[in-house]
C-alpha cells in the first residue's frame, strides 16, 4: 500500500492518472478506496444499512472519476486535492442517495407491527399456472444431472446461495456455475 502521508507518491500518482494510466488508476482506487467507503460508513446510520452498500457508492463515484480523466475534464493541483475532492463527492453522492429514499425509509416498519388486514391478499395460483410451473420442473428435473437433482430441489424451497453451500458443501461459486450451466442448457433447448 502506497503511503499517503508524503505528498510525492500521491501527486506521482496522480500524474499518471490525469494521463489516463489504468495501472494508476487501480492503484488509485486501491489506495482510496478503504477511506472512502469509512466516509460513507460514518454516514450509515440504522435503518439506512438495508439500502445502502458503501461499496456501490464508491465505486460509483470512482466510475465518475474516471470517465472525468478520460475527458479530460479534471485536473488537480496535487494529491492531497485529490484525497479532499473525492471525500467530498462520496459524501455527497451517498447524501443524494439518502434523499431519494427518505421517503420509503420513513414509510417502512417491520412486518411485525403491521396489522395483518393491511397486508395484501395472496394471489392464488391458476390451475393453468400450476401445471405450467409443474412442467417447467419437470423439464429441469430432465436437463439436470442426477448428482444436482438434490441442489435444484433445495433451491425450489427457497434457500440461499450461502445455505445451499453449508447443506451441500460445495462452494457458492460452484452452486451458480450449476445453476448457470442449467439455466443455459435450458435456454439452449427452448431454441432447438
Known sequence: MM???SPEP????????EHGDDEAARQAF????????LVVRRHLRGRYRAKFDSMDIVQSVWADL???FRRGNWHFRDGH?????????????????????????????????????????????HPSEVAEANDLWDRLL???????RELLRLKRQGL?????????GLHESSIRRIFYTLARRFAEQGHE
Do not use: M, W
Open 81 to 125: 486535492h485529490l484525497r479532499a475532492f473525492l471525500i467530498k463527492v462520496t459524501r455527497n453522492r451517498f447524501l443524494n442517495r439518502v434523499r431519494r429514499h427518505r421517503r420509503a425509509l420513513e414509510r417502512e416498519q417491520p412486518l411485525e407491527e403491521t396489522d395483518p388486514r393491511q397486508l395484501p391478499s395472496v394471489r392464488q395460483s
Open 10 to 17: 500521491l501527486d506521482a500518482l496522480l500524474d499518471k492518472l
Open 30 to 37: 486501491l489506495l482510496y478506496e478503504p477511506y472512502l467507503r
Open 142 to 148: 430432465t436437463l439436470c444431472p442426477p448428482a444436482h
Open 160 to 168: 440461499s446461495l450461502a445455505e445451499l453451500a453449508a447443506r451441500t
Open 3 to 5: 503511503d499517503t502521508t
Open 66 to 68: 474516471l470517465e472525468g
